[in-house]
C-alpha cells in the first residue's frame, strides 16, 4: 500500500529505530506544503523544535523565514523536513546510526512530495543527500541532479547566527536558488 501523508506522519511518531526515542519529547516529522516543488532539509531538531514539534522555529527558524522572504518565499511554499526526526541530546550532530535509523522515513516524504528542487541545510544534510564528502565551505551553491532531481547545500541558518561573515555568500546562493526555482517550477509564484 502508497503512503500517505497521515500515515506516514503517524507511523513516523511511533518510531523507536533508535535511542534518540528515548531521549525526544516530540518527533519532528516536518511542515509545510505538500505539494510543494521545494523540499528544505536540515539535520534534526533542536529544543524548541522538540518541543513544538515543527522544524525550525528557534532562532535559525526565524532567520531561515528571513531567508525565504529575500527571494519569496514562505513556508506555504515550501516543505521543510530533516535528516533525523529526533532531537539528539545537546543539539549534537546526529550519528550515522541515527541518521541509517531515520533515512527511510525522509526518503518516503521525498518520494510523496517529488519536490523539483532540494536545498540541503547545512554540512550534515548536504552530506546525507548529496554525497558523503560534501564540503559546504567549497560546495554551497554548487547544483547537483539525481533522479530528475535538482540539489544544492547553502550554510545551515545556526551557522549563519554564529559567523555573519559568512551571510554575502548565502545572498548568492539563495539567488542561485529563486533563478533556478524561475527556471524549473511551475506552481512556485516568485
Not at 518527533?27 to 536540515?42: P, Q
Not at 544534510?125 to 547537483?144: L, M, N, P, Q, V
Request: one cysteine or more.
Amino acid at each position: 500500500m502508497a503512503d500517505t501523508w497521515e500515515s506516514l506522519k503517524s507511523a513516523c511518531g511511533q518510531c523507536d529505530g533508535c535511542a534518540l526515542a528515548q531521549t525526544r519529547s516530540t518527533v519532528v516529522f516536518g511542515d509545510g506544503a505538500t505539494d510543494a516543488e521545494i523540499l528544505l532539509i536540515g539535520e534534526g531538531p533542536g529544543q524548541r523544535e522538540d518541543e513544538q514539534g515543527v522544524p525550525f522555529v528557534g532562532k535559525a527558524g526565524q532567520l531561515l523565514d528571513d531567508m525565504l522572504e529575500i527571494i519569496g518565499l514562505d513556508r506555504t511554499k515550501v516543505y521543510i523536513a530533516n535528516v533525523v526526526k529526533c532531537r539528539p541530546p545537546q543539539n549534537r550532530d546526529p550519528l550515522n546510526v541515527e541518521q541509517d535509523a531515520c533515512k527511510d522515513w525522509l526518503r518516503r516524504q521525498t518520494a510523496l512530495l517529488r519536490p523539483k528542487l532540494i536545498v540541503c541545510l547545512g554540512r550534515i544534510a548536504a552530506k546525507a543527500i548529496i554525497k558523503e564528502d560534501f564540503k559546504i565551505t567549497s560546495e554551497h551553491g554548487r547544483w547537483f541532479s539525481r533522479g530528475g532531481v535538482q540539489m544544492t547545500a547553502i550554510y545551515h541558518p545556526a551557522a549563519l547566527l554564529r559567523d555573519v561573515g559568512k551571510r554575502p555568500e548565502t545572498f548568492e546562493d539563495l539567488k542561485s536558488i529563486q533563478a533556478k526555482i524561475q527556471e524549473l517550477c511551475t506552481h512556485t509564484d516568485l
